[in-house]
C-alpha cells in the first residue's frame, strides 16, 4: 500500500460527501470500494474515516439515560454556528 498525495483533492472532498453513508451501510458496492480504495492510499481521508467511525462508537455506546444537553447551551452552540456559517459566507 502506498501513500500517494499527488492525487486530485477533489477525490477527498467527493469522498468526504459520502462519509456518513459509507458509514451507515448506505451505499452500493462499487462507491464503498471506492471510499475504502481512497482512504487506503490517502492518509489524511483515513484518518478522517478512522476519527469519524469512533467517534460514531462512542455517540452509540452513551446510555440512553444520559441527561440531554441543557437548552441554553444547545441555542448558544447554534447561534455560534448560524454565526460561524454568516462570516464564512461573507468573506
Known amino acids: 500500500m502506498t501513500m500517494a498525495h499527488d492525487h486530485d483533492r477533489k477525490d477527498c472532498l467527493a469522498m468526504f460527501a459520502k462519509l456518513s453513508e459509507y458509514l ?50 444547545s441555542n448558544r452552540l447554534k447561534a455560534l454556528i448560524q454565526k460561524m456559517s454568516r462570516e464564512k459566507t461573507t468573506s
Open 24 to 73: 451507515d451501510n448506505e451505499l452500493d458496492e462499487l462507491t464503498c470500494k471506492d471510499i475504502e480504495d481512497h482512504a487506503g492510499e490517502c492518509i489524511p481521508c483515513k484518518a478522517c474515516l478512522e476519527t469519524l467511525r469512533q467517534t460514531i462508537g462512542l455517540c452509540r455506546s452513551l446510555a440512553p439515560d444520559e441527561k440531554p444537553v441543557p437548552e441554553a447551551f
